[in-house]
């Protein structure tokens, strides 16, 4: 059997399921089985799976949903989506009652456009900064300030020994977040705080010091501020801790920040008690 699969990974789609129920995952490996006698075989992703999967197939009402949408090991899977509030970046999105057989021919489909549609040198494009609404099927015991375990963080920011770093970054537009900001990293006895009003004046500083904390608002207006947070993450030496804050800020925003290694995801305005916190829990 293993060896059959290995001579038909060419063909074969693997798919990635998070979510569903016992019964609707039951009747989801029926329809893969089934799809063996078709064109294109579909087989449940695992991690000793001869190719990489193509495919992301998600249940919107499962507390999976959000993180899964975030992690950005998933940005260039197809993504078919089971449920409400259907992301923008969906390739097919299917409401229930679940009616698997058009799902499978659903997926067919896309696969079927994209071989039509392919050219030489002309790549797929995907949407790899996908900005969603506030709206998420995540867990609904999931707090938007999140703060995060670094000891868990798929992506630490490790900071380098031997190395102080005794400034702190603060990148936000507005004038009187900036001066909140400054007079509560005081009452925290962090006295050296640098500002920048914009990603590209925040990259000038990061590339000319070194810096104990970042402190980098969402919604910046020259940037998209995931490009910024990517260059946080890439700095070396490493940032040592990195809280995100936003307006408009999500729990999406808060699952993405986590992945990129951030300290905490804070939505506007801030709870000056979580912040003092969090602060004071800074080493």
């Known amino acids: 059997m293993g060896g059959d699969m290995d001579g038909e990974a060419s063909d074969r789609i693997f798919v990635k399921v998070f979510g569903f129920s016992d019964v609707e995952r039951h009747a989801l490996n029926t329809m893969f089985r089934l799809s063996e006698s078709r064109s294109t075989p579909y087989t449940l992703w695992t991690a000793a799976?001869?190719?990489?999967?193509?495919?992301?197939?998600?249940d919107g009402d499962?507390?999976?949903?959000?993180?899964?949408?975030?992690?950005?090991?998933?940005?260039?899977?197809?993504?078919?989506?089971?449920?409400?509030?259907?992301?923008?970046?969906?390739?097919?999105?299917?409401?229930?009652p679940l009616q698997w057989a058009a799902v499978i021919d659903g997926m067919d489909e896309l696969f079927a456009l994209e071989m039509q549609s392919a050219v030489p040198l002309d790549l797929p494009e995907f949407?790899?900064?996908?900005?969603?609404?506030?709206?998420?099927?995540?867990?609904?015991?999931?707090?938007?300030?999140?703060?995060f375990e670094l000891t868990t963080s798929p992506?630490?920011?490790?900071?380098?020994?031997?190395?102080?770093?005794?400034?702190?970054l603060v990148v936000d537009a507005s004038h009187d977040a900036r001066l909140y900001l400054r007079a509560r990293l005081a009452m925290a006895g962090l006295m050296q705080v640098d500002e920048a009003v914009s990603g590209a004046e925040a990259l000038?500083?990061?590339?000319?010091?070194?810096?104990?904390?970042?402190?980098?608002?969402?919604?910046?207006?020259?940037m998209d501020s995931w490009q910024l947070v990517k260059q946080v993450g890439e700095a070396h030496p490493a940032v040592d801790s990195l809280i995100l804050t936003g307006s408009k800020a999500s729990r999406f925003d808060a699952a993405r920040g986590w992945f990129a290694g951030a300290r905490a995801c804070l939505r506007k305005p801030l709870h000056p008690g979580k912040l003092e916190n969090l602060l004071h829990s800074l080493d």
């Open 62 to 96: 499962s507390w999976e949903a959000a993180l899964e949408l975030a992690n950005p090991a998933h940005d260039s899977l197809k993504l078919i989506w089971v449920g409400d509030r259907a992301p923008a970046r969906a390739s097919l999105a299917v409401a229930r």
């Open 204 to 222: 000038q500083w990061l590339n000319n010091r070194l810096y104990k904390l970042v402190i980098l608002d969402l919604d910046l207006p020259d």
């Open 127 to 147: 949407d790899l900064d996908l900005p969603l609404g506030p709206e998420s099927s995540a867990s609904p015991d999931m707090d938007l300030d999140m703060e």
């Open 49 to 58: 799976a001869p190719k990489a999967a193509e495919m992301a197939l998600i």
């Open 155 to 168: 992506a630490l920011l490790e900071p380098a020994s031997g190395i102080s770093r005794p400034h702190v």
